[in-house]
């Protein structure tokens, strides 16, 4: 029997051979609880820590080469009905631009969390989105930007979803380094995501799915006061004996 703890926190050490070779030995156990309680699971902890700014993008990046190569031991079984996503996301850069470095982590995220995610890379116009939607099933289309020049084109994916009469059953969620909330309320995007850790919750948050509270520390307790010393009792001098009077 392997201990699924050590999964996870090869997950979170992003120590990949040791990862592949944990989850190899795990197939014996429910696939489920291998990727809820081993790869998920430390890829829940490097999400809070991303938060928390106790980990930068290239832990995250590390974590996550580690966690794919679990899921690419548990995929086929997956794939064969074993255990049902979250959800299908489809995910891309925008139409006109060509980076992807903030793309590729937000996908990294939402595949750790246990979301089935289409990438459809950069550059993508509306069509492919509305594509993915229709044919495999995506409820939730993420968008990026790095451009303020191609900003334009999440408006254009949100009015073609509409369009096309998926709006209230496909969400639209964006991200990009000048995208805004306030932007995401004038386009009509049903959420935003100032990073990559967020954007997790804000998929959950929108396909209905409850967020997990990340566990408070446990407190303290406080330490014993020890005993108040006895004071040493004052011994009281005699008194002075009178002396006679001379006769």
């Known amino acids: 029997m392997v201990d699924l703890t050590k999964i996870r926190d090869g ?4 120590k ?11 197939l014996s156990e ?3 609880e291998v990727l809820f309680q081993g790869l998920i699971a430390g890829m829940n902890v490097v999400g809070t820590k991303f938060k928390n700014n106790e980990f930068y993008v290239p832990e995250v990046l590390i974590a996550a080469r580690a966690m794919k190569t679990g899921m690419a031991i548990l995929e086929p079984i997956i794939k064969g009905g074993a255990i049902q996503p979250l959800g299908k996301v489809a995910i891309g850069t925008v139409k006109g631009d060509l980076h992807d470095i903030g793309k590729n982590l937000v996908a990294m995220m939402l595949q750790g969390a246990g979301f089935e995610v289409h990438d459809l890379g950069i550059d993508v116009p ?3 989105f509305i594509e993915a939607a229709k044919t495999q099933g995506c409820t939730l289309i993420g968008l990026s930007a790095l451009l303020t020049t191609t900003m334009p084109q999440m408006k254009t994916v949100v009015d073609e979803i509409a369009k096309a009469g998926l709006k209230g059953q496909v969400k639209v969620i964006i991200g990009g380094a000048p995208v805004t909330q306030s932007y995401a309320d004038e386009i009509g995007a049903d959420g935003y995501a100032p990073d990559a850790a967020s954007a997790v919750d804000v998929a959950k948050k929108l396909l ?5 509270k990340p566990a408070a520390p446990a407190k303290e307790a406080a330490p014993a006061k020890a005993p108040a010393a006895k004071k040493p009792t004052a011994k ?10 001379k006769k």
């Open 11 to 14: 997950v979170i050490n992003g």
């Open 30 to 32: 429910p696939v489920k």
């Open 208 to 212: 209905g799915i409850p967020v997990e």
């Open 16 to 26: 990949a051979d040791e990862v592949k070779k944990l989850v190899q030995e795990a």
């Open 236 to 245: 009281k001098a005699a008194a002075p004996k009178a002396k006679k009077a």
């Open 126 to 128: 509306p069509e492919k």
